[in-house]
C-alpha cells in the first residue's frame, strides 16, 4: 500500500491505520478519503518530488478561451479577498472544474518552493496531480474545507495551509474553485469563512449574468443583505415562469432542487406577482420590499429588475401582467424619489435630470453621509444607462498600488503581490486573441473598463494619487484606456461622477490635485446638504423610518421622538439617522418608538463626528483591527445565514458553543431579543 520511507509517508500510514498517536484533534474525513484516493486510485507517492504538471501551450490557451467569462467575473473578488487578507501571507487561487489554475493573486515569497512552481497558468491541482490540497480536494468533495500543513498528501505542501470554496453554476455543477493559501501554523476557520462569502459572491455574478436578459428577483430575509452574497436570486422567463434559482434562494425556500418550482408563477413562492413587483421595485427606487413565503408565512426583502436586452420583452410573449399594473406616473424617476420638499435637493435633482442624456462629469459635494453615492446611483438610474453597469470605487479606501489595479487593471501588481507568472520558454509560451484583445499574460484592465457603457462613480475623488489623476483626466478626454507595454488601448463610454467632502480647490492650491482635472470634473457641480440644514428634515425622517421598520410594520413612530429626531443636528447625517433608527427598532420593548428609546447619550453635548465605517459598528467593535472587523463580518453573515441559531453556526465552524459565545463577546457582536 505505501512504502514505509520518509516520516510524512509514515505518518499518512498510522492515520489510516488508526494507529497515530500525534493526530491532534483528529485528521477531518475528508482527508483521510483523500489519501485513500492518492494511494489506492492515483498511485502517488507522498515523498515525491516532481515538478507540478503544466499542461501542454494549446490546451493551455484552449481552457483560458473557454474561461475568460468566468476569470472575468471572478477577478473583482479576487482583489478584494486579497485586500481583506492583507498582511496574513494568503494568496488567491483559482482554478476550474479541473484543477486547473487560471488567475493569482499574492505574494510568490513563499518558503515552500515547490508549491511556488506550482503557481502558473496551467498548473494542474486536481488531486492526480497535486495529491490532497485545497482545490483538488474541494472539487472532489464539492464543499467548503480546510487543508492543513501535514494533511497535504505530498510532503513539499506540509508547510501550507489551504482553504477552498467550490463556485457552482445555476445548474448546480461545479465550474471553479476559489482557494486562499499560506504558511500559515493554524487552520483558519475565519478565512474558510471569508473564502466561502468571495466564492458566492462569483456565483452570484455569473447566475446574473447568464440571465442578464431574463427578469431577476433578489431576495433576502434582512433588506440590507440584498444585493449581498447572501441573497437569493431567481430568474424568470419573458412569461412570467421560474427559469433557475441559485443555491441561497433554495435554502432560503426551503426547497432542495430548483426542478420543483421550474416553470412555475412567482406566486408559487411568494404572495406577489411578477409584475407588482417588477412595478413596484421601478417605482421605489429599487429599494427591497416587504413580500411573504406563501408556504410558510416568512417576511422576505426584494427586488425585482427587468431584462437588460429590449428583445426579452417584445413580441407576443411580453408579461401582461406589467402592463396591467396601474400607470405609474411617467414624470417621475429614481431621482425623483428622493424629492421631500427641500429646495436646494430640488435645485439638484432638477439639474441632474437636465444633464441625464449628456456626457458631462459630475461633482457631487457633501458631508459624510449625506448621501453622495445614493444620489448618484439614483441619477444613473435614471439615466438612459440604467441597464449598464453602475460602478463606485472609493479612492481613499485603498493603498496606491492596489487603487491603480482596482481602476486600471494589472499593470502594476498590489504591494507585495506578483501576477502569475508566465510559463517557461521551453513550453512555448505564445498569444492568444480573445474578445478583448488580450494576450496570455495580460491582466484584466480594471474597474473602469467594466463600467464601459453605464457610469463611474469615484467617492472621494479628492485622495486620488497624481499620477492616477494624469491617467484619469487622460480616460475622460480621450475616452479610452491605456494598456500595459504600448499595446492599443481600450476604448470605453463611460459617465464619470465624482464625489467630495469638500476643500479641492485647497489641494489644488497645494498641488496636491490637478487643476486640469479638477476643472473637467466640475462640469455641473451638485451639493447635497448637511441633514441639519434641510428643510424637509421631518418627510426625510418619516420615510428613513418607514424604510427601516418595512419587517416590523407594526411599530409607529411616537410625534415626541418624532420632534427630537427633527431638533437633532445629525453631525454623522443621514447615514447616522439610519443607524439610530435601526438600533431603536431592534431595541425596542413594545410597538410604539417614543422619546424614552433614544440612545443614553442622545442629545448630550454634540456628537463628535462619525466615520462611515464607525456608523456600522457599535462602540466595542469600532477599536477592533481591518482582519477582526473582516472576522466579525463574516461571522455575522454566517449566524444570519443561521437564522441566528447559534448550535448551527457552531457546528457549521466546527467550534464549541462556548467557545462561539467569548468569539462573539470579543467581537462585539450581540443577538437581538426574541419577541
Known amino acids: 500500500m505505501l512504502q514505509p520511507i520518509g516520516s510524512h509517508a509514515r505518518y499518512i500510514q498510522s ?20 489519501w485513500l484516493r492518492c494511494l489506492t486510485q492515483y498511485h502517488l507517492d507522498p515523498q515525491s518530488q516532481r515538478e507540478p504538471y503544466v499542461l501542454p501551450r494549446d490546451e493551455r490557451l484552449a481552457r483560458k478561451e473557454r474561461s475568460l467569462e468566468l476569470v472575468s467575473f471572478a477577478d473583482a473578488e479576487m482583489a478584494h479577498l486579497y485586500h481583506q487578507l492583507a498582511g496574513s ?29 506550482g503557481l502558473v497558468l496551467g498548473a494542474v491541482w486536481s488531486e492526480e496531480h497535486g495529491g490532497t490540497n485545497g482545490m483538488g480536494t474541494c472539487l472532489f468533495e464539492r464543499a467548503p474545507l480546510i487543508v492543513h500543513r501535514d494533511q497535504h498528501f505530498f ?22 474553485v476559489l482557494d486562499a493559501s499560506g504558511e500559515s501554523d493554524r487552520a483558519q476557520q475565519h478565512t474558510l469563512v471569508l473564502v466561502n462569502m468571495s466564492a458566492q459572491m462569483i456565483e452570484n455574478r455569473l447566475f446574473l449574468y447568464r440571465f442578464k436578459d431574463e427578469f431577476v428577483v433578489r431576495f433576502h430575509s434582512r433588506p440590507e443583505l440584498v444585493g449581498t452574497w447572501g441573497e437569493g436570486i431567481i430568474a424568470l422567463d419573458a412569461a412570467g415562469a421560474i427559469a433557475a434559482l441559485d443555491r441561497n434562494a433554495l435554502f432560503q425556500l426551503g426547497f432542495k432542487n430548483a426542478s420543483e418550482l421550474a416553470g412555475a408563477p412567482l406566486e408559487r413562492v411568494f404572495n406577489i406577482s411578477l409584475g407588482a413587483l417588477v412595478g413596484r421595485s421601478q417605482k421605489k427606487s429599487f429599494h427591497p420590499l416587504p413580500i411573504y413565503d406563501t408556504r410558510h408565512g416568512g417576511r422576505f426583502f426584494a427586488t425585482a429588475q427587468a431584462p437588460q436586452s429590449k428583445r426579452a420583452l417584445g413580441g407576443k410573449q411580453r408579461l401582461t401582467r406589467i402592463e396591467e399594473l396601474p400607470a405609474a406616473d411617467p414624470g417621475r424617476s429614481p431621482l425623483d424619489e428622493l424629492d421631500f420638499g427641500d429646495p436646494m435637493m430640488a435645485r439638484n435633482i432638477q439639474a441632474a435630470r437636465r444633464t441625464q442624456s449628456r456626457e458631462v462629469p459630475i461633482l457631487l459635494l457633501g458631508e459624510s453621509g449625506t448621501g453622495k453615492e445614493f444620489f448618484a446611483r439614483a441619477m ?13 470605487v472609493n479612492c481613499s479606501s485603498l493603498p496606491e498600488t492596489q487603487l491603480e489595479r482596482e481602476l486600471f487593471g494589472r499593470p502594476v501588481s498590489p504591494r507585495g503581490a506578483t501576477p502569475i507568472p508566465p510559463p517557461a520558454a521551453s ?44 491617467r484619469l483626466l487622460h ?15 481600450v476604448l470605453v463610454d463611460v459617465r464619470v461622477v465624482s464625489a467630495a467632502r469638500g476643500g479641492l480647490q ?9 487643476e486640469d482635472l479638477f476643472y473637467r470634473l466640475q462640469s455641473l457641480v451638485l451639493t447635497l446638504p448637511p441633514l441639519r440644514e434641510r428643510k424637509d428634515k421631518v418627510a426625510l425622517i418619516r420615510h428613513v423610518f418607514a424604510q427601516e421598520s418595512a419587517a416590523t410594520p407594526s411599530v409607529t413612530l411616537g410625534d415626541d421622538l418624532a420632534d427630537a429626531l427633527r431638533a437633532y443636528a445629525w453631525p454623522g447625517n443621514i447615514r447616522q439617522l439610519r443607524n439610530v433608527l435601526r438600533g431603536m427598532i431592534a431595541m425596542r420593548s413594545g410597538d410604539r418608538l417614543d422619546g424614552g428609546c433614544l440612545p443614553a447619550d442622545y442629545g448630550v453635548g454634540e456628537p463628535e463626528p462619525v466615520t462611515a465605517e464607525e456608523c456600522e459598528l457599535p462602540p466595542e467593535a469600532q477599536v477592533l483591527n481591518p482582519l477582526e472587523k473582516a472576522e466579525r463580518g463574516a461571522l455575522l453573515k454566517e449566524i444570519e445565514l443561521h437564522h441566528g441559531n447559534i448550535s448551527r453556526v457552531a457546528q457549521k465552524l466546527g467550534i464549541g458553543r462556548n467557545t462561539l459565545y467569548r468569539k462573539m463577546r470579543r467581537l462585539g457582536i450581540t443577538l437581538p431579543p426574541r419577541h
Open 155 to 176: 510532503s513539499r505542501n506540509t508547510g501550507l495551509t489551504c482553504c477552498a470554496a467550490p463556485i457552482f453554476d445555476y445548474r448546480g455543477d461545479l465550474v471553479a
Open 427 to 470: 513550453q512555448g509560451d505564445g498569444a492568444a486573441s480573445s474578445p478583448a484583445g488580450k494576450t496570455e499574460g495580460d491582466e484584466d484592465l480594471g474597474r473602469v473598463v467594466q463600467a464601459n457603457g453605464g457610469t463611474l462613480f469615484l467617492d472621494d475623488v479628492g485622495e486620488l494619487p497624481l499620477e492616477l489623476q494624469a
Open 380 to 392: 444613473h438610474a435614471s439615466s438612459d444607462r440604467a441597464d449598464k453597469p453602475f460602478i463606485a
Open 89 to 117: 501571507g494568503y494568496s488567491i487561487i483559482l482554478t476550474d472544474r479541473d484543477g486547473v489554475l487560471l488567475d493569482y493573486y499574492g505574494d510568490l515569497s513563499f518558503r515552500n518552493a515547490a508549491f511556488r512552481t
Open 15 to 34: 492515520v489510516l491505520r488508526g494507529t497515530a498517536g500525534n493526530d491532534g484533534p483528529g485528521t477531518p474525513d475528508y482527508v483521510k478519503r483523500s
Open 475 to 489: 480616460i475622460i478626454e480621450e475616452r479610452e484606456v491605456l494598456r500595459p507595454d504600448g499595446e492599443a488601448p
Open 506 to 514: 485647497e489641494k489644488v492650491r497645494r498641488g496636491e490635485f490637478r
